[in-house]
């Protein structure tokens, strides 16, 4: 089982910052503290700079809607952490395959192949204002052609360099092999990029692909071409079933082995010593505002929670979670400190890390390049 | 009358500046782009007490014919990666990340610059760039380069939408008032409705003001168009000039041109890149100096050389005069770089070699050779002539050379009263003496 937390600064319920240790903006700190406790849980990933509102309800000013640049701060924690996974959330709306692809490939030779690009779109509502552009798409489904498209352009340019192309031989002088960087001359209906790429191979070949979920139907066939890491919201072990299913077989429609991709339930966690303090804690939190209606979550103890996890990973609803912990420090301490130990004595995790990339961690492959002879 | 004292920025840069540096044989070329590489660099800057760590911007590889060098180095990895993941194993030195106007959007670079800042307590620069080489275009869905006037437009209408978002939030926005339920006291936001000649932007960031308000705003490039976009924005520059008469008259047209935009010329810092190649005694610095350029593939300094002049060289003969008058026939607009090379070229009968070995060695910066004594008093005479605010050091190789002059040279300068002893404030703006903004996006 392969489990994965999404930070937020104070946590994932809306009310999270009336109850939270944590100071109204405190920067940086409560994300470098939270990677370094999901690391002492050996989680495979954080992930980092996921929504946690929509634009109408921060812009009220009653949530905690302010969103540090995801990509300064897996900078940040690249050197705050050893061996934990960083996913950074990067909206394709407007972005340009060539930036992605430098910035992630500059990523993940920093932190020596523990990097991950959570893929997806912020929708109109949220860039509407903000970046106001007659190119880009005004449908949702001319979006995700685009998006699609943007995600197949950058893994092109992270295999424009071979392995052997940075080969950085001192005595002959020599920096690169020219025949081992290529351009990729990619000319679709977004996006032309000549190419190559001029930072070399990523250390895990291509940095983790994380995909948000997306409904079934043409989007989501074309996003399993791209997709290694599906992060869904499944309301119960029927509909992940189904879904998890579907992606399966929509991967190996694109020529893909279906265990290189993995579907990730995310949870809202709410937990607590006892069931009675968990609910009381939950409905506290309802009270002070509505929790989201969409988010799954789950209100309980500790071992509660372990045997939930259990029960969904046992019945192949999924191949592992990402926790949102409702309330941090706390959930996220309860989860580390006592879910995880129950698990490993369950033996669904494993007991530190054995690996030192992501791919690693989540059992994925290393990608080869496409232009490897 | 107390010395005026100078600011210290260090260039990072993949293996070194001296083009050839990275095969010297201190340097572990697996190593250099990685997190250690880079922490390793920031720390010893912040060791010697540096203003900032600067890192560069490129959006194209480099080719010939269409294929990368074989010989040359990299250019600079992603700049605010590099600099955010230092900034949580330093504490003061300053973080200058390169973006371009040319390919980003402002609301996505005004977020990007104040999460810097936020997470670096107030230490993020700007090296604002407009992006000068045609390849970029390619990789970025345009048939060809924006072309310059349209990009210094384009640059300053970027600039003024993302000073509008940063001054969105007042002080104290952030009400965070448990009791009432109210995070943001949306009073204290303001949004910002901009149209433009190549933008629309409407709305807040999503983050209150940064510890500086604004990143410092830095400009490198010297073209009259460069020059003039630098005395409207531009708090520190960092200059290319190797030739201190240049120098000193570049320092003053700029600050010539501010008052006209309404600007103070006081506040502006100017820092010319400075290759320095050092040695316990002179002999030694230019047996090092020798040494290096033995090292400079000559391909590479030929390349080198016809990207800059925009003239292929190539089929020149490598020993023969550089062919001043079939360049200057080619009719490309040069940069005052290549003319003060063409020019010394033909006073002093330099070959295509002998040029292309001075444009690599030191990636056309000003460069120094001798021992770090000989290096103050050249940085001294720079500074007391008004040629500069101080240095982006360019070290030719890592770590070495690095360790080099902050273990020798700053303790000089120190002595002389010409550098500080240690940090007097936290931030990059209280480093280089200047103002916070006003918070009313101007």
Known sequence: ?????????????????????????????????????????????????????????????RVDGLRLDPLPLVGLLIGATRRIGLGGYWPADVAEPFHVARVFATLDHLAGGRTGWIAGLDGRAELAARVQRPDLPTDDKEAALRLAELIDVARQLWDSWEDGGFVVDQSAGTFADPERVHPIDHAGRFFTVRGPLNVPRPIQGQPVILHRDVPAGDARAGAAANAEVVLAQPATIAEAKEARADWRSLAVRHGRDADGLRYVARTVAILAETEAAAVRRAAELDALAAPDAGATRFVGTPAQFAAHLAEWHAAGACDGFDILPAVLPIDLDLLVDVVVPLLRRRGLVRTGYDSTTLRGHLGLQRAESRFAA | MAERRMHLGVFTYPGGHHIAGWRHGSVQPQEILGYDYYRRTAQAAERGKFDLVFVGDMLAAREK??????????????????????????????????????????????????????????????????????????????????????????????????????????????????????????????????????????????????????????????????????????????????????????????????????????????????????????????????????????????????????????????????????????????????????????????????????????????????????????????????????????????????????????????????????????????????????????
């Open chain 1, 1 to 61: 089982m392969h489990l994965l937390a999404s930070l937020a600064a104070h946590g994932w319920h809306p009310a999270a910052w009336r109850v939270s240790s944590i100071a109204g903006f405190a920067g940086a700190a409560p994300f470098t503290a939270a990677a370094q406790t999901a690391e002492r849980g050996g989680l495979d990933a954080v992930l980092l700079g996921l929504p946690t509102a929509p634009l109408a309800v921060r812009a009220a000013g």
């Open chain 2, 65 to 442: 014919d269409g294929r990368v060098i074989a010989q040359g180095a990299l250019n600079n990895i992603d700049s605010i990666s590099i600099l955010s993941a230092v900034a949580g194993a330093t504490e003061r030195v300053g973080l200058v990340a390169t973006l371009s106007t040319t390919y980003n959007e402002p609301f996505a670079i005004a977020q990007r610059f104040a999460s810097l800042d936020h997470l670096s307590g107030g230490r993020a620069g700007w090296n604002i760039i407009t992006t000068a080489n045609d390849d970029a275009a390619l990789n970025f869905s345009r048939k060809s380069h924006m072309e310059k006037t349209m990009r210094y437009q384009r640059a300053r209408e970027f600039v003024d939408i993302c000073k509008g978002l940063w001054d969105g939030w007042e002080e104290g926005a952030v009400a965070a008032d448990r009791a009432s339920g109210t995070f943001v006291d949306t009073n204290k936001v303001r949004e910002l409705d901009h149209k433009g000649q190549f933008f629309s932007v409407k709305g807040a960031l999503d983050l209150p003001r940064s510890p500086q308000g604004w990143p410092v705003m830095v400009q490198a490039g010297g073209s009259p168009a460069g020059l003039e976009f630098a005395a409207t924005v531009a708090e520190l520059i960092f200059a290319a000039q190797s030739n201190r008469q240049e120098a000193i008259k570049f320092r003053a047209a700029v600050k010539q041109r501010m008052p006209g935009h309404g600007r103070d010329p006081a506040i502006l810092k100017v820092l010319p890149g400075l290759l320095p190649i050092l040695g316990s005694t002179e002999k030694e610095a230019l047996e090092k100096e020798t040494m290096l350029n033995e090292l400079l593939h000559p391909a590479v300094g030929i390349w080198m050389l016809s990207e800059q002049m925009q003239f292929r060289l190539y089929d020149y003969p490598q020993d023969g005069p550089l062919p001043t008058a079939d360049i200057r026939a080619g009719g490309s607009a040069f940069t005052p770089r290549v003319m003060h090379l063409m020019e010394r070229a033909d006073r002093e009968g330099l070959s295509v070699r002998d040029c292309g070995v001075l444009v690599a060695a030191s990636r056309s910066h000003g460069s120094f050779v001798g021992t770090p004594e000989q290096l103050v008093d050249h940085m001294k005479l720079w500074l007391d002539e008004g040629a500069c605010d101080g240095f982006n050091v360019m070290p030719a190789y890592f770590h070495d050379e690095m360790d080099l002059f902050v273990d020798q040279v700053v303790p000089i300068l120190q002595r002389r009263g010409l550098f500080r002893r240690d940090y007097e404030g936290t931030t990059l703006r209280h480093h280089l003496g200047l103002p916070i903004p006003c918070g009313s996006g101007r």
